[in-house]
Structures are given as C-alpha cells and as structure tokens.
C-alpha cells in the first residue's frame, strides 16, 4: 500500500508533536520523514500540518485526517495481529525495558526461562532507570516497580512489592532498634535516590500516611547498594522486599517496624493500549504472570 508508510508518519507526528520524534518511532531519517509527509500532503491535495520555528499543529483538515485514518491503521494492525496469531508459535522480536535492580535480579533468570520456552522470539532488554516512553522510544513493553502512575498505558499486575526497613544485627545493638518511625530522625539512615522523595519515608499509622523527612550520609543510587551498607552496620536502609529476601532470610539483616509499612506497591509489565495483544508480547506477558505468581523474594 504506497500510502500507508506516509499515513503512518502522520500518525506518529501527531502523537509525538514533532517531525524527529515521530522519525524516531518509526526508525527513519529526519530526510526520510520529511519526504514522506510532503508525500502526503501532495498527494491529498492539502496541508494537513502549519508548520513553525517552534512545533507542528495540525490544521483543521489535518485534525479531522487524524481521527479518521488512526482508526483505519488500528483496524489494519488488529487484522495483521489476527492473521499472524494463527501460527501456532510466537514469533519475532520484542523490544522490553525494565529497572536496573529488579531487572538484573529477578527478571533475567524468568526471560532466560521464557527465551528458552519459545526459542522463535528475539529478546531485546534494555536495563534502566529512566522512565522510558515506549512509544516515542519503540519499546513494545515494559516491567516497571512501584506505583503506576502512567494512564495511557495498559498495565498487567505481576505481584506485590513490599518496600521494608532493614538493619544489621550489629547497628540495632549498638543503636538500638526503632519503636516508632519518628525514631529513624535519630539513627543513621541510608538514602536510595532512585525514590521519588529520597529523603522523605512513608508509612501507614493508624491507616493515615506518615512522612518522615531525613537526613543522611550515605546515598546510593542503587538498592543493593544500599542493602550491603546495612549489613556492614551502617545503617537502617529502606528497599524492596525482592533486594532484602536473602539477606533477611539468612539473618544479615532483621526487618523493622513492619505494624507502620505502606500499602504495596507492585512490579508490573506495561504496553500501549491497543484492540490486540501480538501473540509475542501476550506469551511474554503471561509467561511473567505466571512466574512471579506469589514469589518467593527469600532465593
């Protein structure tokens, strides 16, 4: 179809705002993009875009050309989807991005299980603690920890997470051991800034959210990082329950103030909202759910 490369460049304009994000989705050259949006405007007889020193709007045919051919290429894609689902092994390559920590950790032995279980799809994992647009970055999912806070997204629940208070032994015998969380201003505390609000730890007191705002001497931009420095006897650090597991189990650290822990979080595999799942990204998905169904963060 000599038109669907230019409509599918059009559609990505208007998502990204820009010429170069929308050739980034698309894996072309900023030349490349331009071509094919003249392409179109010529061959529709019309501009569909008013283009400035500053951003592309669309006009108000530009508008309307939108809202119709962005169903018509859902449609197409569903159909494309449909008719490749019928193979009986998933195929292809599947782009993903995840947190460096759970990634590394736990993530990579379930995608070496699942890359093994379906020999014909392409991994391609990128480990980072940017929060990455999938869209704009051509990702087809991603594991995010936490809360999520991105609507646009569909997101699929793999498991709870905890994040928990850990000291060594040694620290709560030397410092004593926290009874309320207002006692962590007096203790040596070991700051993650991979939190949104490094400095400031929540809990739940008779089921109101309690803010304890800190300081500290030690700041790492890494979990495990954080973890060893409280079982030397740094500290008290603050990390999720699938980095402190085995060192809680095999008694380097004890587990404090649990009665004042937040609500969970989660760990869950994100992807764009769309009529059909790929089956590659649906086995994946499901894979992952399966697999980190009740997990045991203790290994």
């Given at each position: 179809?000599?038109?669907?490369?230019?409509?599918?460049?059009?559609?990505?304009?208007?998502?990204t705002?820009?010429?170069?994000?929308?050739?980034?989705?698309?894996?072309?050259?900023?030349?490349?993009?331009?071509?094919?949006?003249?392409?179109?405007e010529?061959?529709?007889?019309?501009?569909?875009?008013?283009?400035?020193?500053?951003?592309?709007?669309?006009?108000e045919?530009?508008?309307?050309?939108?809202?119709?051919?962005?169903?018509?290429l859902d449609?197409?894609?569903?159909?494309?989807?449909?008719?490749?689902d019928?193979?009986?092994?998933?195929?292809?390559?599947?782009?993903?991005?995840?947190?460096?920590?759970?990634?590394?950790?736990?993530?990579?032995?379930?995608?070496?299980?699942?890359?093994?279980?379906?020999?014909?799809?392409?991994?391609?994992?990128?480990?980072?603690?940017?929060?990455?647009?999938?869209?704009?970055?051509?990702f087809?999912?991603?594991?995010?920890a936490g809360?999520?806070?991105?609507?646009?997204?569909i997101?699929?629940?793999?498991?709870?997470?905890?994040?928990?208070?850990?000291a060594?032994?040694?620290?709560?015998?030397?410092?004593?051991?926290?009874?309320?969380?207002?006692?962590?201003?007096?203790?040596?505390?070991?700051i993650?800034?991979?939190?949104?609000?490094?400095?400031?730890?929540?809990?739940?007191?008779?089921?109101?959210?309690?803010?304890?705002?800190?300081?500290a001497?030690?700041?790492?931009?890494?979990?495990?990082?954080c973890?060893?420095?409280a079982?030397?006897?740094?500290?008290?650090?603050?990390v999720p329950?699938?980095?402190?597991?085995?060192?809680?189990?095999?008694?380097?650290?004890?587990?404090?103030?649990?009665?004042?822990?937040e609500?969970?979080?989660?760990?869950?595999?994100?992807?764009?909202?769309?009529?059909h799942?790929?089956?590659?990204?649906r086995?994946?998905?499901?894979?992952?759910?399966?697999?980190?169904?009740?997990?045991?963060?203790?290994?």
């Amino acid at each position: 179809m000599p038109r669907l490369e230019p409509d599918r460049l059009f559609v990505a304009i208007m998502e990204t705002g820009s010429l170069a994000g929308a050739a980034r989705r698309l894996g072309l050259s900023s030349g490349q993009a331009s071509k094919l949006l003249a392409r179109l405007e010529t061959d529709l007889g019309v501009r569909l875009l008013n283009r400035s020193t500053r951003a592309l709007a669309p006009t108000e045919v530009g508008q309307a050309y939108y809202d119709r051919i962005r169903s018509i290429l859902d449609e197409l894609d569903t159909l494309d989807a449909e008719v490749q689902d019928r193979a009986t092994t998933p195929r292809g390559r599947l782009r993903l991005t995840a947190p460096l920590t759970f990634g590394t950790l736990r993530l990579v032995p379930a995608l070496n299980a699942f890359a093994e279980a379906f020999p014909e799809i392409d991994l391609d994992v990128s480990f980072t603690d940017r929060m990455v647009n999938l869209l704009d970055e051509g990702f087809d999912a991603a594991i995010r920890a936490g809360r999520v806070a991105d609507s646009t997204l569909i997101a699929k629940k793999l498991c709870d997470m905890q994040t928990i208070l850990v000291a060594a032994p040694a620290y709560l015998e030397r410092h004593g051991t926290p009874a309320h969380p207002a006692d962590l201003t007096r203790h040596a505390c070991i700051i993650d800034t991979n939190f949104r609000d490094p400095l400031l730890w929540r809990f739940r007191d008779a089921g109101a959210t309690l803010s304890i705002p800190l300081t500290a001497r030690l700041r790492y931009s890494n979990a495990e990082a954080c973890l060893r420095a409280a079982e030397t006897g740094l500290g008290i650090a603050h990390v999720p329950d699938f980095v402190a597991g085995p060192s809680l189990a095999a008694g380097r650290t004890a587990a404090l103030l649990p009665g004042f822990a937040e609500a969970p979080g989660g760990i869950y595999a994100l992807y764009p909202p769309g009529r059909h799942l790929t089956a590659k990204l649906r086995a994946l998905v499901d894979f992952l759910a399966a697999r980190f169904h009740k997990p045991d963060w203790t290994r």
